[in-house]
């Protein structure tokens, strides 16, 4: 990888890991909710808040949490791939 990064300008460089560490933080952070409340994803943790297994408070809130987490780690993983395209072609 090292090689990759020697021909991108160094605020694309910056870019690209900033947007990189945000997916991660956000791709952990949505995993210690739902870890939590012990589900693999939101819609197991809505399944059990339906179901009556957990209480609606916080769980719903946690619930959206996961839910706003992962959109945005996706919305981070689109721009970095954009930002990765970008730089492979200069």
Do not use: C, W
Not at 16 to 45: P, S
Not at 75 to 82: D, H, I, P
């Amino acid at each position: 990888m090292p090689e990759f990064f020697e021909s991108v300008a160094f605020e694309t460089a910056t870019e690209i890991e900033q947007l990189a560490r945000l997916a991660y933080e956000l791709r952990e952070n949505r995993q210690t909710i739902l870890q939590f409340h012990q589900v693999a994803d939101e819609a197991a943790l809505l399944q059990k808040i339906q179901a009556g297994e957990v209480a609606e408070h916080p769980a719903y809130e946690h619930y959206l949490a996961a839910r706003i987490l992962e959109d945005t780690r996706e919305a981070a993983r689109a721009a970095l791939a954009e930002r990765v395209k970008e730089a492979n072609r200069t």
